[in-house]
Nanobody, 125 residues
Framework: QVQLVESGGGLVQAGGSLRLSCAASGRTLSSYVMGWFRQAPGKEREFVAA????????YYADSVKGRFTISRDNAKNTVFLQINTLEPEDTAVYSCAAKPLRVPGLTNRYNYDYWGQGTQVTVSS
């Protein structure tokens, strides 16, 4: 069992930055890959980024490369998503999720077993 709690969302002007946090708990976190997804109003949930607890390898959706940075603090069991140069199109609910290492497909939301409640990011123009 993995529990995930996001924080750090809010209302930001275009061009600003935010850092989202995802606090994870569970006995076997190293057996999971952590991902961030977002869902904008009227759209499907989409993959944003992922990171491995062990080794720290990262992966990004092409649409966010260069502006988003995923990182983790193993000692605190926390994953972060730094978002820079925010755009109105980034407005969405951002959720972190955990996928078992053995399951292939980082970008497929259906491969993730555990989800946080999400945190709202709203970017004003």
């Amino acid at each position: 069992q993995v529990q995930l709690v996001e924080s750090g969302g809010g209302l930001v002007q275009a061009g600003g930055s935010l850092r989202l946090s995802c606090a994870a708990s569970g006995r076997t976190l190293s057996s999971y890959v952590m991902g961030w997804f977002r869902q904008a109003p009227g759209k499907e949930r989409e993959f944003v980024a992922a990171i491995y607890w062990s080794g720290g390898s990262t992966y990004y959706a092409d649409s966010v490369k260069g502006r988003f940075t995923i990182s983790r603090d193993n000692a605190k069991n926390t994953v972060f998503l730094q978002i820079n140069t925010l755009e109105p199109e980034d407005t969405a609910v951002y959720s972190c999720a955990a996928k078992p290492l053995r399951v292939p497909g980082l970008t497929n939301r259906y491969n993730y077993d555990y989800w946080g409640q999400g945190t709202q990011v709203t970017v004003s123009s």
